[in-house]
């Protein structure tokens, strides 16, 4: 399972990533992106079939138990965790963010 990250990594996200490929581990079928949208934020998208049926809060309770795991400080760099089945990608607007995010300035 791989997990895509665009850009330039550090240590946080490293630090995420490692975290991230342990919910992969668990969800093979997951695909997994994040990037740093600037110094202050990373965002992650998840797409799992698994979220079938699952309502908002289902999902971000099961990614989050695995996102506990990092220290509040690099919690709380991450600023946007979007759950999204195969079906719903395509009419997401979250997720058309995440693929075409506006510039930041920080």
């Known amino acids: 399972m791989e997990i895509k990250v665009r850009g330039k990594s550090d240590d946080i996200i490293e630090r995420i ?8 581990k668990d969800h093979p079928g997951a695909g997994i992106d994040l990037y740093r949208q600037n110094s202050v934020s990373v965002r992650i998208r998840i797409i799992d079939d698994a979220f079938q049926g699952m309502s908002r809060p289902d999902r971000s309770d099961l990614v989050w138990k695995y996102l506990m795991s990092l220290s509040e400080d690099d919690q709380s760099e991450i600023s946007s965790v979007i ?3 195969t079906d719903e990608t395509e009419r997401s607007f979250a997720n058309f963010e995440f693929e075409n995010p506006v510039p930041s300035k920080l």
Do not use: R, S
Not at 18 to 23: G, I
């Open 17 to 24: 990533v490692a975290v991230l490929l342990t919910y992969g």
């Open 83 to 85: 759950l999204l089945t």
